[in-house]
């Protein structure tokens, strides 16, 4: 590719993921993105998302279809002149740290918020990662043709519960039975909701902000009051601030209805008008990599085991940050200093090599792996020696102490182990006085990927014993005295040796904190 091309196919790229919280309607938009990008043909499609296994059969159907890409992972299509990938941040039941790292690979985010909940529990967390790495977010109150809270209120709570300002991108009148249409500030239109016919789906508006044309809306008391709302909105409400919207300090606030297909697109058009295209990168060197160099680079971000025993191949899923990936490429990884072929790339696209070929910054392609990656990995072609950042480490919720169910099989055990938490699949602490081993992890499913895959990759059966919920505050070394431990606060130590305790639950960590005032406890992200 020249690099004309390059810069204009980076400049196409939106990289994004959905965050939410379960029920509040991801797939359903997913749906309607998919269906507006072309790559399914009717709603219903995105099957099996509970389990976390999407009907793969389906997938790899559609993907022969269209000769696009789609795996229950990334996502990918074109819709105008944009190229669309979506990475999935799967929900409630396949949570784990791998929907944290996801999110370190986009350059956007959506969150998706049910109108009748405002903001819950898992939307909070998946939040908290990405406003800790600066990107823009983009919020769609759901369930519009529900009767929902108060739009003003939902607006406040971002603000409240999130520390993030929130500017309405259009407003809502009325809610539930009474919904009429969008009020949209920033088109200068009002979309119907239920027209009478699609051609006039949207009302202009003057500069006043004024119906334009007669219509039996002007004689609705909801116009008026919407008017009356947006006119206290342009008053009292923040102000559109592009910097601040792609600084991730100031989310857009859209309304729609993603069942009924009700300002959905109006948000997709905005959306990727406003999200960022892939960018530069800084470094470990602390120098700047840009996204249309002539170079290849990129880091892995997610390792998936394949389940199935017959075959071990593991895909790493790598983030292009620079220049265009070919398949067969000669590229160097960074750790190791190992010069690879790329041969072996996303056999899942095996029908469309043409999408593989063009791949470039933004986009995601999936390697086989035979044990060459590790998380965080960079891979780059050319001279420069490139290395991005290290991926955090997120701060586990859920323990267990585990230990080999046969201890003839030791061996094996240990090297299951270090293998396991290297790629990332879980954390391990060891208990401070006994050593024992204890295992962390943000979600249950990363236990349950640890037990199937020492069993069948390492031949190891181990018992795990719960310890549940705990929340792990790290302990300067100086500051400890292993007597402050007590079976409300376990002591453990992380790989790097550093102490840290496992409290039970808030209380214990505030029984804590009043009886050593002056100990100093960190948590990870
Ligand atoms: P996810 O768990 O976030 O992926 O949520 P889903 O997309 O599966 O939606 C959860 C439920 O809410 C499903 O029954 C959807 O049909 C429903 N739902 C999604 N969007 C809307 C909406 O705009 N209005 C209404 N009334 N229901 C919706």
Redesign the pocket.
Known sequence: MKQEQLQDAVQKRRTFAII?H???????ITEQMLLFGGVIRSAGTVKG?KTGNYATSDWMEIEKKRGISVTSSVMEFDYQDKHVNILDTP?HEDFSEDTYRTLMAVDAAVM?IDSAKGIEAQTKKLFKVVKQRGIPIFTFM??L??DGREPLDLIGELEDLLDIEGVAMNWPMGSGKNLQGLYDLQNRRIELYHPDDEQHRFLPLNDDGQLIDDHPLLQDSLYQQTLDEVGLLKEAGNTFDRQKILQGEQTPVFFG????NFGVQTFLDQFLELAPAPSSHQLVDETNIAADDAEFSGFIFKIQANMNPKHRDRIAFVRIGSGEFEKGMEVKLQRTQKELRLNNATEFMSDQREQVKNAVAGDIVGLYDTGNFQIGDTIYAGKREVQYPVLPQFTPELFMEVIPKNVMKQKSFHKGMQQLVQEGAVQLYRNYQTGDYVLGAVGQLQFEVFKFRMQNEYNTEVVMKPMGERIARWIKPEQLDPAMSSSRNILVKDLAEQPLFLFENRFAEQWFENKYPDVQLTAKL
Not at 22 to 28: E, S
Not at 257 to 260: E, K, N
């Open positions: 939410s379960p029920d509040a309607g991801k797939t359903t998302k929900g998706v759901n369930k043709d529900r209805s993603a069942l009924t």
